[in-house]
């Protein structure tokens, strides 16, 4: 009689701090990212006296593309 081979079960997979602090950290930096982006927007607007907030909407498209791009960064070229 032969002995059928079980497959070996993989061994439980800890959790890497490091990996859980790299990206939350992301996160904290893509927010704070977003709200510098929306309080310069507000002082440029405040300052030219605009009724529509085109500054700030300028600054915060500026600031998500720049918020992307750095967690992008940060998952292409891992550290």
Do not use: R
Not at 37 to 55: L, R, T
């Amino acid at each position: 009689m032969s002995n059928p081979q079980v497959p070996k079960q993989p061994k439980d997979k800890k959790s890497n701090p490091n990996a859980i602090l790299k990206y939350s950290g992301m996160a904290f930096q893509m927010a704070a990212v977003l709200f510098v982006g929306v309080m310069i927007g507000q002082q440029i607007d405040a300052y030219f006296g605009n009724e529509k907030p085109y500054g700030m909407l300028i600054c915060v498209l500026l600031a998500m593309v720049a918020a992307f791009y750095l967690t992008l960064k940060d998952f292409i070229l891992p550290k």
